[in-house]
T-cell receptor, first 113, second 112 residues
């Protein structure tokens, strides 16, 4: 049973470009969460999605960041016009239900030059 | 007050010793509690989950929960160098669906 999959594992972007991060949850999981980990800092919640619905986006920056989880295909976290401060590890987690254990993917390391 | 606080560490113990990691949380409504292990450059890996007051044992790991004191701990018995990692305490708020609040983590080093 494959775990949570994320791609790409590493992404390099220049300032002003767009970054698109993908996450496929574990089989049977319909709840997806995105977290960000800045260097030397803890994990911070960004957004919680179910298929075709954003449940909680209170951790998302108001501008440039968006997330979706379409009926078909992976969840996508999109960062427009990246800045150096967006450089971080972005982790996706999935769970069977909203109070169930969350399992993490390997993460995408974003570096903005 | 932070949602989840952990003893800052770093914590260093000799091989074979017991490592004790502590965590306090602010929301009395929280019902589930998780310990994750994160090796440097890797993603968090679930170690233990606990839902009821008392102890829960899994191999060399024991999680302890005291809801009255809003305190959860992780004991690692017979510590091994491979246990050297950062340990993250994670707690959802009782009133917030889904999202986990993480502590800053405690860095554990087990020396041979």
């Amino acid at each position: 049973n494959a775990g949570v999959m994320q791609n790409p594992r590493h992404l390099v972007r220049r300032r002003g470009q767009e970054a698109r991060l993908r996450c496929s949850p574990m089989k049977g999981h319909s709840h997806v969460y995105w977290y960000r980990q800045l260097p030397e800092e803890g994990l911070k919640f960004m957004v919680y999605l179910q298929k075709e619905n954003i449940i909680d986006e209170s951790g998302m920056p108001k501008e440039r960041f968006s997330a979706e989880f379409p009926k078909e295909g992976p969840s996508i976290l999109r960062i427009q016009q990246v800045v150096r401060g967006d450089s971080a590890a972005y982790f996706c987690a999935s769970s069977e239900g909203y109070q169930e254990t969350q399992y993490f993917g390997p993460g995408t390391r974003l570096l903005v030059l | 007050q932070k949602e989840v606080e952990q003893n800052s560490g770093p914590l260093s113990v000799p091989e074979g010793a017991i490592a004790s990691l502590n965590c306090t949380y602010s929301d009395r409504g929280s019902q589930s509690f998780f310990w994750y292990r994160q090796y440097s450059g890797k993603s968090p890996e679930l170690i233990m989950s606990i839902y009821s007051n008392g102890d829960k044992e899994d191999g060399r790991f024991t999680a302890q929960l005291n809801k009255a004191s809003q305190y959860v701990s992780l004991l690692i018995r017979d510590s091994q160098p491979s246990d050297s990692a950062t340990y993250l305490c994670a707690v959802p708020r009782g009133s917030t669906l889904g999202r986990l609040y993480f502590g800053r983590g405690t860095q554990l080093t087990v020396w041979p």
